[in-house]
């Protein structure tokens, strides 16, 4: 039995919906799993010559930096309910998860109760540590006691993805990380991205790319994002955006 309790760090979004049919996509992040919980319809996942079938009744986890495309059933759309979070110890599996609910049927209980949260009968926030979250939390821990999630033990990494969390926002720099764990700033890159599957220059660009695009979505200018992000210029972000969509359709593709 796995031992590991996992916790949800921060939400970023949940809904009950029903994507367009003409698919749709989620690119690889630095840290930011998903859950979806098919009600009804079907659709198929993509990556690159593999394609897995998203059906009624079950349940996916999507482990981070996992690009995949969904390709949408016009005749059956899917109607589901999605989870995006980040989570400790973070997940570095190159699996989709995949579990029957009629297996599991606390899973479906979980998705129903916090359906009501997400409705708006109990309130709930993004940040902080709301009944939501937990409801996620014991979904999360359900899905690990009968898969396999392999994560991210190493302490210096685990301090370090702490470190970065708290100061992407304020310009802190790879060397900065690795003086701080009392690296060499080439040994740390090397044992970083043997744990993580990415270089941290790479990670904290990401974090700062996401929480712009998050600042976007609620209303923030791209000035203002860029500027309460760190980028020298609205400009610098503008072309960071562009790029990731480039860099997305070539994963994808």
Same mark, same amino acid.
Not at 26 to 43: K, L, M, Q
């Given at each position: 039995?796995?031992?590991?309790?996992?916790?949800?760090?921060?939400?970023?979004?949940?809904?009950?919906?029903?994507?367009? #049919?003409? !698919?749709? &996509?989620?690119?690889?992040?630095?840290?930011? *799993?998903?859950?979806?919980? @098919?009600?009804?319809? %079907?659709? $198929?996942?993509?990556?690159?010559?593999?394609?897995?079938?998203?059906?009624?009744?079950?349940?996916?986890?999507?482990?981070?930096?996992?690009?995949?495309?969904?390709?949408?059933?016009?005749?059956?759309?899917?109607?589901?309910?999605?989870?995006?979070?980040?989570?400790?110890?973070?997940?570095?599996?190159?699996?989709?998860?995949?579990?029957?609910?009629?297996?599991?049927?606390?899973?479906?209980?979980?998705?129903?109760?916090?359906?009501?949260?997400?409705?708006?009968?109990? #309130?709930? !926030?993004? &940040?902080?540590?709301?009944?939501?979250?937990? *409801?996620?939390?014991?979904? @999360?821990?359900?899905? %690990?006691? $009968?898969?396999?999630?392999?994560?991210?033990?190493?302490?210096?990494?685990?301090?370090?993805?702490?470190?970065?969390?708290?100061?992407?926002?304020?310009?802190?720099?790879?060397?900065?990380?690795?003086?701080?764990?009392?690296?060499?700033?080439?040994?740390?890159?090397?044992?970083?991205?043997?744990?993580?599957?990415?270089?941290?220059?790479?990670?904290?660009?990401?974090?700062?790319?996401?929480?712009?695009?998050?600042?976007?979505?609620?209303?923030?200018?791209?000035?203002?994002?860029?500027?309460?992000?760190?980028?020298?210029?609205?400009?610098?972000?503008?072309?960071?955006?562009?790029?990731?969509?480039?860099?997305?359709?070539?994963?994808?593709?």
């Amino acid at each position: 039995m796995n031992s590991v309790k996992y916790e949800i760090t921060r939400l970023f979004g949940a809904g009950r919906v029903t994507p367009e #049919p003409d !698919g749709w &996509s989620f690119i690889d992040t630095p840290e930011t *799993c998903r859950i979806y919980y @098919v009600h009804s319809g %079907s659709a $198929v996942f993509h990556r690159g010559d593999e394609r897995i079938p998203l059906t009624a009744g079950h349940m996916y986890f999507i482990p981070p930096r996992l690009p995949f495309r969904a390709e949408q059933d016009i005749s059956s759309p899917m109607d589901h309910t999605f989870f995006d979070f980040s989570m400790r110890p973070q997940v570095v599996s190159e699996e989709i998860i995949v579990l029957d609910g009629e297996s599991y049927p606390e899973l479906g209980l979980l998705v129903r109760a916090a359906e009501r949260m997400i409705r708006g009968d109990i #309130p709930y !926030g993004p &940040s902080e540590y709301t009944p939501l979250i937990g *409801c996620i939390e014991t979904m @999360v821990n359900v899905i %690990s006691e $009968v898969s396999e999630f392999r994560t991210v033990d190493d302490p210096a990494i685990l301090s370090a993805l702490d470190i970065i969390e708290s100061g992407y926002m304020s310009g802190i720099t790879v060397t900065d990380v690795a003086l701080r764990l009392g690296y060499a700033p080439d040994h740390f890159i090397k044992k970083f991205r043997r744990a993580m599957g990415t270089t941290p220059y790479a990670y904290i660009k990401a974090l700062r790319l996401r929480e712009a695009e998050m600042l976007r979505r609620n209303g923030f200018t791209m000035a203002q994002a860029a500027e309460r992000t760190g980028y020298s210029t609205p400009e610098s972000l503008y072309h960071a955006v562009h790029r990731k969509k480039i860099d997305k359709v070539k994963k994808l593709s």
